[in-house]
């Protein structure tokens, strides 16, 4: 079955469609569900579908071979084209006159075997894209090689592609697309531990309880997660124990660069390299405070769910899961899943705000939106705020979210409220986020001020995925 990704899809058919010639790259991190979408694509096409190895030139041009004489007839079996460059130019005679896909996936590794790869398609491309109906894609894994080889202004194919896809892991909406038997809860903490990366939810049984799930998947050392976080550094990075002291540091509490540094023991000029080949691999974001551009207030996080949730909890644990020790590891884990789940909520109610934009349903129309941290002048103690979006100048809107089982009570929306005058806009509104409820004073004085929004995690969960909010 195969779920979301429509946007790419008419990206992609928009451009099969104009039948001229095409060049489309498309990148993103391991097992975020660019083959599954490159199948889908070309399963009701004429496509020649290859997929690199990381071997040696010989091994891949025999393959690659293989691939176009499983396509076209008239070459005898078993042949092999001379050269790379012999191979391509054949594929581009047989786009002369029929529209082709000529898929090369895992692009890296063909051409980091073939040195010549990337100068020799430049040069096909330039010699036949004008006479071509052909539509080549280049997929891969490794972000970096993809950005600095291919997309990178002094890349031999810089200014040959035609379009480019960033894959990114699905949102909470589209995740709840993969389950049918977890709850509304259940799908919020499903989210929080493997995040949108279509392998990891593919591993999660929404006929067992979240519980299960963590001790199937986390706490198991046979599954198919459990050394995925070092495995997939191990691919991508030289050095992958100081990457991994890094991540391990942000997900138990260290954000700032000063505390990261100290924690893992290197510079801070070090740390920062380290940090900059993690963000770029999508696994660490930088945020600075909502508004300002660079800051000394900012601080570093986890990007990836699955990588939060496994730093967080399993190389604490380690010891005691590779002894077998499920129940004990679980019953440490379980006690902090709440706090956990804070940020992932905030993450959630974030991404129903700007379903609300885009619907036309927010009352105030913001550009952005992100959290918000410094001091209060008055108090002279450090205060955030955890969504903030501002139309302009004059319009603003500010969010609480509170993953707690009890129901928010009026405290907090006067705390919010507080904190809103930390800022000048003339028109307020403020939104209270709740997994569960709002007490009876929380409404009504909700009802009073006139500008606040109190939203429940279930109003969100039905609204993203276009439930009757009646039902």
């Given at each position: 079955?195969?779920?979301?990704?429509?946007?790419?899809?008419?990206?992609?058919?928009?451009?099969?469609?104009?039948?001229?010639?095409?060049?489309?790259?498309?990148?993103?991190?391991?097992?975020?569900?660019?083959?599954?979408?490159?199948?889908?694509?070309?399963?009701?096409?004429?496509?020649?579908?290859?997929?690199?190895?990381?071997?040696?030139?010989?091994?891949?041009?025999?393959?690659?071979?293989?691939?176009?004489?499983?396509?076209?007839?008239?070459?005898?079996?078993?042949?092999?084209?001379?050269?790379?460059?012999?191979?391509?130019?054949?594929?581009?005679?047989?786009?002369?006159?029929?529209?082709?896909?000529?898929?090369?996936?895992?692009?890296?590794?063909?051409?980091?075997?073939?040195?010549?790869?990337?100068?020799?398609?430049?040069?096909?491309?330039?010699?036949?894209?004008?006479?071509?109906?052909?539509?080549?894609?280049?997929?891969?894994?490794?972000?970096?090689?993809?950005?600095?080889?291919?997309?990178?202004?002094?890349?031999?194919?810089?200014?040959?592609?035609?379009?480019?896809?960033?894959?990114?892991?699905?949102?909470?909406?589209?995740?709840?697309?993969?389950?049918?038997?977890?709850?509304a809860e259940d799908m919020a903490l499903?989210?929080?531990?493997?995040?949108?990366?279509?392998?990891?939810?593919?591993?999660?049984?929404?006929?067992?309880?979240?519980?299960?799930?963590?001790?199937?998947?986390?706490?198991?050392?046979?599954?198919?997660?459990?050394?995925?976080?070092?495995?997939?550094?191990?691919?991508?990075?030289?050095?992958p124990a100081v990457y991994n002291a890094?991540?391990?540091?942000?997900?138990?509490?260290?954000?700032?660069?000063?505390?990261?540094?100290?924690?893992?023991?290197?510079?801070?000029?070090?740390?920062?390299?380290?940090?900059?080949?993690?963000?770029?691999?999508?696994?660490?974001?930088?945020?600075?405070?909502?508004?300002?551009?660079?800051?000394?207030?900012?601080?570093?996080?986890?990007?990836?769910?699955?990588?939060?949730?496994?730093?967080?909890?399993?190389?604490?644990?380690?010891?005691?899961?590779?002894?077998?020790?499920?129940?004990?590891?679980?019953?440490?884990?379980?006690?902090?899943?709440?706090?956990?789940?804070?940020?992932?909520?905030?993450?959630?109610?974030?991404?129903?705000?700007?379903?609300?934009?885009?619907?036309?349903?927010?009352?105030?129309?913001?550009?952005?939106?992100?959290?918000?941290?410094?001091?209060?002048?008055?108090?002279?103690?450090?205060?955030?705020?955890?969504?903030?979006?501002?139309?302009?100048?004059?319009?603003?809107?500010?969010?609480?979210?509170?993953?707690?089982?009890?129901?928010?009570?009026?405290?907090?929306?006067?705390?919010?409220?507080?904190?809103?005058r930390l800022f000048r806009y003339e028109?307020?509104?403020?939104?209270?986020?709740?997994?569960?409820?709002?007490?009876?004073?929380?409404?009504?004085?909700?009802?009073?001020?006139?500008?606040?929004?109190?939203?429940?995690?279930?109003?969100?969960?039905?609204?993203?995925?276009?439930?009757?909010?009646?039902?």
């Amino acid at each position: 079955m195969f779920i979301g990704r429509e946007k790419e899809l008419a990206t992609l058919n928009g451009l099969y469609n104009s039948d001229k010639f095409e060049f489309a790259v498309i990148y993103g991190r391991r097992r975020v569900g660019k083959t599954a979408l490159i199948s889908h694509f070309i399963q009701d096409k004429k496509a020649i579908y290859f997929m690199g190895v990381e071997s040696n030139e010989k091994q891949n041009l025999e393959n690659f071979s293989q691939a176009i004489m499983e396509y076209a007839s008239g070459i005898m079996p078993g042949t092999s084209f001379v050269s790379f460059q012999a191979a391509i130019e054949y594929v581009f005679k047989l786009c002369e006159n029929e529209r082709l896909v000529l898929v090369i996936d895992e692009y890296p590794y063909v051409a980091k075997a073939s040195k010549s790869m990337a100068s020799t398609l430049q040069m096909l491309i330039d010699k036949n894209k004008d006479n071509s109906k052909m539509m080549l894609i280049l997929c891969g894994s490794s972000m970096s090689y993809m950005e600095d080889n291919v997309l990178a202004y002094k890349a031999p194919l810089y200014g040959r592609r035609t379009a480019q896809m960033k894959i990114l892991p699905f949102d909470f909406e589209d995740s709840c697309k993969y389950f049918n038997g977890f709850s509304a809860e259940d799908m919020a903490l499903i989210y929080g531990i493997v995040g949108g990366t279509p392998q990891y939810l593919l591993q999660m049984n929404d006929s067992m309880s979240v519980e299960d799930n963590i001790k199937n998947v986390f706490l198991n050392p046979a599954s198919a997660i459990f050394e995925e976080p070092e495995n997939l550094l191990k691919q991508e990075v030289r050095e992958p124990a100081v990457y991994n002291a890094i991540i391990t540091a942000v997900a138990t509490g260290s954000s700032r660069m000063s505390e990261i540094a100290t924690k893992i023991g290197e510079t801070t000029s070090v740390c920062s390299q380290y940090m900059k080949n993690l963000i770029n691999l999508g696994l660490i974001r930088k945020e600075t405070p909502y508004g300002e551009k660079e800051s000394r207030k900012s601080i570093y996080a986890i990007a990836d769910n699955m990588f939060r949730f496994w730093y967080r909890f399993i190389p604490d644990n380690n010891s005691i899961i590779s002894r077998g020790a499920t129940e004990l590891a679980y019953k440490r884990i379980a006690p902090n899943l709440s706090d956990y789940m804070g940020r992932i909520f905030e993450e959630i109610c974030m991404q129903y705000m700007w379903k609300l934009l885009l619907d036309g349903e927010s009352p105030v129309e913001f550009s952005n939106l992100g959290r918000w941290w410094g001091t209060d002048p008055q108090e002279r103690i450090q205060t955030e705020i955890d969504i903030m979006g501002d139309q302009d100048k004059s319009t603003v809107l500010f969010g609480e979210c509170k993953w707690i089982n009890e129901n928010v009570d009026v405290k907090v929306l006067e705390k919010l409220k507080k904190r809103s005058r930390l800022f000048r806009y003339e028109n307020v509104h403020l939104f209270l986020f709740a997994k569960k409820g709002f007490t009876q004073g929380c409404i009504e004085e909700a009802g009073k001020m006139g500008n606040v929004s109190l939203v429940t995690y279930d109003q969100i969960y039905r609204y993203l995925n276009n439930i009757d909010l009646s039902q």
